[in-house]
Each structure stands twice: as structure tokens, then as C-alpha cells.
T-cell receptor, first 114, second 114 residues
Framework: NAGVTQTPKFQVLKTGQSMTLQCAQDMNHEYMSWYRQDPGMGLRLIHYSVGAGITDQGEVPNGYNVSRSTTEDFPLRLLSAAPSQTSVYFC?????????????FGSGTRLTVV | AQSVAQPEDQVNVAEGNPLTVKCTYSVSGNPYLFWYVQYPNRGLQFLLKYITGDNLVKGSYGFEAEFNKSQTSFHLKKPSALVSDSALYFCAVRDDSTLGRLYFGRGTQLTVWP
């Protein structure tokens, strides 16, 4: 009963480095999303997917890429890290079967870019 | 466009007193409304949702929320606050056109003092 699993939990990057934040869910949910949380800003949607092979941009997509090759996995790639990407990142999944499409969230990845 | 407003950054209440955390929303279609809670260094946990039906929705940990269509509000309430209710609370909304996307407010920090 793992739900949504995010790795790593913590990461420090240097400016310009690239990395991938991993997200996996075992609930066979169709929808998956990535959010970033910044103080006073709430949660802002980066990218989302409504099924394998289908992704779309959210409110703040610049500097991030995603792909959805399987139902279970939805990795988020930082192409060239910048200090402005210092944040807490949350992955979430949902399904019409959950009633109202309420999201289940992972525990987050705290990223610091120096 | 969909949006959520939480007009209070912080709510302070004494233990045993009733609490209210306010939320107003804007959507173009029928609203689907959610409340989530976040404890320090944790992910978001689902509290309750409004999809359709009764305007008063009951959720986890004794929380409830009242949907008011005319005022476009979905305030979170609890009759008697506990110190353990202290956390960050988020209101979120989607409508029929935003499959896979939830829009969040900026969050309200609830502090319950003994």
C-alpha cells in the first residue's frame, strides 16, 4: 500500500546541473501531476498527465520537462538548475474512480540549488 | 480561469473554541472543491471534498465544510479546535474542464494555542 513514492527526499544541486525527480504510484491512477511549493505561494502546477503518453504544461513549466511512458511513473527533469528552482516538489496522482478526482500526494522532494 | 483565494494567511484560535478557515473560488463550470492539510515536513493529506449533494460536507478529524454557491465559498470548520489541528490548510478546486488539474490557494496557517 505504497501510494505515491517520490525519490530522492532531499537534493542539493549546483547551478547548471541537471537531475530527475522520480515519482511512482501503484494505484493505477490515470492522472499524475507535479507541483512546487514555495512559501506564501501555495502549490503551483508544473506539468500534468492524463494518461500514458499524454502530458501538458501547468502554470510554471519553464525549466522542467516530463514524460509519461507508463501509467506508474512520471519523472520530472530539471534541465539546467537555477536558484529560482529551489523549492519543495510534490507529485500527486488521481483517478475518476476516486470520486471527484481528489489527489493523493507523495511526501515531497526538497531541492536546493546553490 | 479557475482560481482559489484563502484570504487569511494565518488563523489563531484557542483550544476548545470553534475554528473557521475561509476559502472562495472561481470556476467556469460546476465546482469540485477540496481541503487538504499539511503538517510540518510532510506531504498533503486529504480532509474532505464537495462534488455534489448536501452543502455541508463532513471529513476527517472532525472537520466539516460548507459549500455556498451564491457566495462561491467553501469554508472549513470545526466545532472545537485541538492543539494537534495546528497545521497548514489548503483549499483546492477543479471543474469539468480541468481533468487532472487541481488549483490551490496559497494556504492558511492554523495555530491552536492551549
Amino acid at each position: 500500500n505504497a501510494g505515491v513514492t517520490q525519490t530522492p527526499k532531499f537534493q542539493v544541486l549546483k547551478t547548471g546541473q541537471s537531475m530527475t525527480l522520480q515519482c511512482a504510484q501503484d494505484m493505477n491512477h490515470e492522472y499524475m501531476s507535479w507541483y512546487r511549493q514555495d512559501p506564501g505561494m501555495g502549490l503551483r502546477l508544473i506539468h500534468y498527465s492524463v494518461g500514458a503518453g499524454i502530458t501538458d504544461q501547468g502554470e510554471v513549466p519553464n525549466g522542467y520537462n516530463v514524460s509519461r511512458s507508463t501509467t506508474e511513473d512520471f519523472p520530472l527533469r530539471l534541465l539546467s538548475a537555477a536558484p529560482s528552482q529551489t523549492s519543495v516538489y510534490f507529485c500527486a496522482s488521481s483517478s475518476p474512480r476516486t470520486g471527484g478526482y481528489g489527489y493523493t500526494f507523495g511526501s515531497g522532494t526538497r531541492l536546493t540549488v546553490v | 480561469a479557475q482560481s482559489v483565494a484563502q484570504p487569511e494567511d494565518q488563523v489563531n484560535v484557542a483550544e476548545g473554541n470553534p475554528l473557521t478557515v475561509k476559502c472562495t473560488y472561481s470556476v467556469s463550470g460546476n465546482p469540485y472543491l477540496f481541503w487538504y492539510v499539511q503538517y510540518p515536513n510532510r506531504g498533503l493529506q486529504f480532509l474532505l471534498k464537495y462534488i455534489t449533494g448536501d452543502n455541508l460536507v463532513k471529513g476527517s478529524y472532525g472537520f466539516e465544510a460548507e459549500f455556498n454557491k451564491s457566495q462561491t465559498s467553501f469554508h472549513l470548520k470545526k466545532p472545537s479546535a485541538l492543539v494537534s489541528d495546528s497545521a497548514l490548510y489548503f483549499c483546492a478546486v477543479r471543474d469539468d474542464s480541468t481533468l487532472g488539474r487541481l488549483y490551490f490557494g496559497r494556504g492558511t496557517q492554523l495555530t491552536v494555542w492551549p
